[in-house]
RNA sequence: CGAGGUGUAGCGCAGCUGGUAGCGCGCUUGCUUUGGGAGCAAGAUGUCGGGGGUUCGAGUCCCUUCACCUCGACCA
């Protein structure tokens, strides 16, 4: 593209209402622009480079022979409640009427249109397996958008769909799309790890995800080295360690406690360890109470909390609430005399004497045991922590991570929803096991700039960068420079480099940030040395330019971005 | 949804106890300059987020509403 004739503009100064750093350096190289929370224009650079990512992920898709489809956006809303997924996505769907009021929702994620995509397909077990993918636009209804493209209410997604007769096909379909994965990552030059977690929303028997590592991502990491295990502390299992106390068990009793309703306050009180605590959560999981103990210095794990109970949404009761089923105001529940389901954390189980709310205001229990609450029921209830044993034997360490991508291994749960059934050889009719992949491109991008930066430039990998040869006139007056970097602009272009001609009638200092800061992976300058042949040649990585004969200069691209030499017509197809 | 904060020129911000709206960058024109965000000079640009109220008079005080941001909650 030549700038005197494009939509380019950057800004110097940080944005007031972007609060990462990918966010205020795609908006000041100006690739992108916040519409309205959450939701971004995607301007021509940013959209050239997105579509760089697209190119990679469709490039692997292909190879492992999955095909490319586009679903609708807009669906009536009763294909989400013939899921049972209406209920589940709850407050995150986007809902709207026509104009005869039916009622439609924004597609949050399309396992349904594809599993009857494929009901509309599959007949036999000779139609299976077969894998579909899209790229289209999902609408979450965010609580809270933040960091630029990394959580946002309107996003591209790549979502893949596999359907095979059972579950060893499933497993081969899931492995296929785990390593086309792998190599996409590769690709981005993304530093992530592969976790465990939570199968939320979309239910199903595993999930995984591809975690960029970042200090703002939103997701902890438990990493255990030694064993080259990882997951998501939502499902991060913990071992029991340790033996039960030997302390004899005395009875309890009540003390006063006044004004101490935090473990914090509580433990300076008595001046005691907060291990010596036991407190108790009251949570509201679907429109049920429960009570939930753990130690004092540890935190309730919710997911493990919902997977026990059953249940979908949860979320700390109440004080209304906890007032009516402890008796007293938050701060001094306990387990004692608690007449909602109690769930005790199965650490609890090796302590003796410790320290509870009395529900009573401003009173403990001290001394109490698990005899004295024997309506319990004892689970995996709290959050790991760094430096506890994973169930591999190592001790973990925590990372922070931004979700760029994830694989179900759904099961036949949607099939048997959405009625996606084959005859096999026996002639038996039998529910088609699924598997969903997700990628979001635009939050690789801007994963990418977070791990690739520095403070006045986005340095991209060399296949993302969406210039790849900036070609940067000092002087557009000097009619010898432009003459030149019009030749070198047609003929890198012609040989199928991105290229852009910076033309504008700006001091050189100016172009040189800009280029910069918008990455331009290699620049090649027009200025002093050009009376003797010679252009300036410098990549954004390294600190010394060069100066190249004029007619070296196609050979040198070519050495850093591969031969082309031709257009690459299927880039933007 | 809870707590806090911010809305003033394209962007970043100042504007005190109410008295006719300002700075920097950017923009326009001219001259000079021309390899790391140039200099000088002259200019243009505002429903002070919206609505209502108090007042002789509101960017400023009060009420209300909207948007955005931060922390928390929640979430794939």
Same mark, same amino acid.
């Given at each position: ?19 990462? =750093? ?24 940013? !959209? ?45 769907? +986007? ?13 949050? %994620? ?21 894998? !579909? ?28 769909? %596999? ?21 996409? +990552? ?44 990882? %997951? ?22 009540k003390?006063p406690t006044p004004g101490a309703k935090t473990i914090?306050?509580v @433990? ?8 010596? +605590?036991v407190k108790t959560m009251i949570y509201d999981v679907d429109g049920e109470l429960y009570a939930v103990c753990v ?5 309730v794990?919710e997911?493990?909390l919902r997977?026990l109970v059953?249940g979908f949404e949860s979320a700390l009761a109440t004080a209304a609430d906890i007032e009516r089923v402890t008796g007293a105001p938050v701060g001094f529940a306990g387990p004692v005399g608690l007449e909602i389901p109690l769930l005790v ?8 004497? +410790?320290?509870t709310g009395a529900n009573e205001d401003d009173q403990h229990l001290?001394?109490v045991?698990?005899?004295d609450f024997p309506e319990h029921q004892?689970?995996?209830l ?29 099961? @036949? ?9 084959? @005859? ?17 491109? =635009? ?47 047609? !003929? ?24 910069? !800061? ?56």
């Amino acid at each position: 593209m030549r700038l005197s004739k494009g939509y380019f503009f950057t800004l110097r100064e940080d944005q007031h209402d972007e609060e990462s =750093a990918s966010g205020n350096l795609m908006v000041r190289a100006g690739m992108i622009k916040k519409s309205s929370a959450g939701i971004y224009m995607m301007l021509p650079l940013g !959209l050239l480079a997105k579509r760089k990512v697209e190119r990679i992920i469709r490039e692997e898709m292909n190879a492992i022979d999955s095909h490319e489809l586009v679903m609708p956006a807009l669906i009536p809303e009763e294909v989400y409640i013939e899921s049972g997924r209406r209920e589940t996505f709850g407050n995150s769907m +986007f809902c709207l009427q026509d104009r005869f009021q039916r009622p439609f929702v924004l597609g949050p %994620t399309h396992e349904e249109l594809f599993a009857s995509a494929a009901r509309m397909h599959i007949r036999s077990y000779k139609d299976l397996p077969l894998s !579909l993918y899209q790229f289209q636009s999902k609408y979450r209804d965010e609580p809270r958008p933040r960091f630029g493209l990394i959580r946002v209410r309107e996003f591209t997604m790549k979502d893949a769909y %596999t359907f095979d007769r059972d579950l060893a096909g499933l497993d081969v379909a899931y492995g296929k799309m785990f390593q086309a994965y792998k190599n996409i +990552f590769d690709r981005l030059h993304l530093d992530y790890v592969i976790v465990t977690a939570d199968t939320g929303v979309m239910g199903g028997l595993l999930s995984e995800e591809f975690q960029a590592l970042s200090p703002i991502g939103e997701d902890i990491l438990v990493i255990d080295d030694e064993n080259k295990y990882a %997951t998501n502390i939502e499902v991060t299992p913990c071992v029991l360690e340790g033996t039960e106390s030997t302390e004899e068990k005395r009875p309890y009793s009540k003390v006063p406690t006044p004004g101490a309703k935090t473990i914090e306050q509580v @433990t300076a009180l008595f001046d005691l360890p907060a291990t010596m +605590f036991v407190k108790t959560m009251i949570y509201d999981v679907d429109g049920e109470l429960y009570a939930v103990c753990v130690r004092g210095d540890r935190d309730v794990n919710e997911t493990k909390l919902r997977k026990l109970v059953g249940g979908f949404e949860s979320a700390l009761a109440t004080a209304a609430d906890i007032e009516r089923v402890t008796g007293a105001p938050v701060g001094f529940a306990g387990p004692v005399g608690l007449e909602i389901p109690l769930l005790v954390d199965q650490e609890i189980s090796l302590m003796r004497n +410790f320290i509870t709310g009395a529900n009573e205001d401003d009173q403990h229990l001290i001394d109490v045991n698990l005899d004295d609450f024997p309506e319990h029921q004892i689970a995996d209830l709290r959050m790991i922590a760094p430096g506890d044993r994973s169930i591999k034997g190592g001790k973990v360490r925590f990372a922070r991570g931004i979700e760029v991508g994830n694989t179900f291994k759904l099961g @036949t749960k949607y099939a048997e929803a959405m009625d996606v059934y084959y @005859t096999d050889q026996d002639n038996v009719r039998r529910p088609v096991f699924m598997g969903s992949y997700g990628i979001g491109p =635009a939050r690789c991008l801007a994963a990418i700039v977070e791990q690739n930066h520095t403070e006045n430039a986005i340095l991209w990998p060399k296949e993302i960068a969406p210039v790849e040869v900036a070609i940067v006139v000092v002087n557009i007056n000097n009619a010898e420079q432009m003459q030149v970097a019009d030749e070198l602009y047609e !003929l890198l272009t012609r040989q199928g480099y991105d290229v852009m001609l910076d033309d504008r009638d700006e001091r050189a200092g100016v172009k040189f940030n800009d280029m910069d !800061l918008i990455g331009a992976y290699a620049r090649i300058t027009l200025g002093r040395d050009l009376k003797d042949g010679k252009v300036g040649f410098k990549l954004l990585k390294e600190e010394q330019e060069i100066a190249v004969p004029v007619a070296e200069v196609a050979a040198r691209v070519a050495e850093i971005f591969g031969e082309r030499g031709h257009y690459r017509r299927d880039l933007y197809s």
